[in-house]
């Protein structure tokens, strides 16, 4: 198994799914609830996205085969709107698009948490890439668990919302944002140019 590769599926997918970016918003879906609720709630959101990019993980390719989709052609198509994302990170709007989904509701477990702020087109697009970058069924599992690691960090996160908001405040959450959209930038470039390169183009 590939570690370098691990690693970097990793930062990938901790920059996309943005469990940093995703705590305050948390704090605030969950406002006036007790601890209890607040974990049942996070442990909720986490296993349904967990699911969704589990299923995605195995059968994401099958489905892109079915519709006519060649892997370098979604691989292009991911790494542009991976570098949206990045974009929208950099300049705050994807900050201010997650808060204008996140109208409060009795129950957030399902939307918006696990869909779309959790398991979004974004994470979804991710999974799909970095799993048909594995040939081998052990590099799949490997992508899984490298989603199931970050998942835990954001479920860790959610237990200690209230913490790590007056951690880092505003200020900080925006720095560590957007220090992560410039990663994830340089990493959206690089599934572009592993398309290109996929249909014959060298560089």
């Known amino acids: 198994m590939n570690y370098a590769?691990?690693?970097?599926?990793?930062?990938t997918l901790f920059v996309i799914?943005?469990?940093i970016g995703l705590t305050p918003l948390f704090a605030a879906l969950t406002q006036g609830m007790d601890a209890?609720?607040?974990?049942?709630?996070a442990i909720r959101a986490c296993l349904i996205a967990a699911l969704l990019l589990a299923l995605f993980t195995f059968l994401g390719e099958a489905v892109l085969g079915f519709v006519g989709i060649s892997?370098?052609?979604f691989r292009i198509a991911g790494g542009i709107l991976l570098f949206l994302t990045a974009l929208e990170m950099l300049f705050e709007k994807r900050t201010k698009r997650r808060e204008d989904q996140a109208d409060e509701r009795p129950d957030p477990s399902v939307f918006p948490l696990a869909i779309p702020l959790i398991a979004g087109p974004g994470s979804i697009a991710t999974v799909i890439l970095l799993a048909g970058e594995h040939s081998a069924m052990m590099g799949r599992l490997g992508t899984l668990l490298v989603t199931l690691g970050v998942l835990a960090i954001m479920l860790v996160m959610f237990m200690g919302a209230g913490l790590l908001q007056r951690a880092l405040g505003k200020t900080g959450i925006n720095v560590?944002?957007?220090l992560l959209g410039m990663l994830l930038a340089a990493l959206s470039v690089q599934f572009v140019l592993d398309g290109l390169r996929a249909f014959g183009f060298s560089g």
């Open 71 to 73: 892997m370098p052609a």
């Open 17 to 19: 799914i943005d469990p």
């Open 36 to 41: 209890a609720q607040r974990r049942a709630i």
């Open 5 to 11: 590769l691990l690693v970097t599926e990793f930062v």
């Open 176 to 178: 560590v944002t957007r």
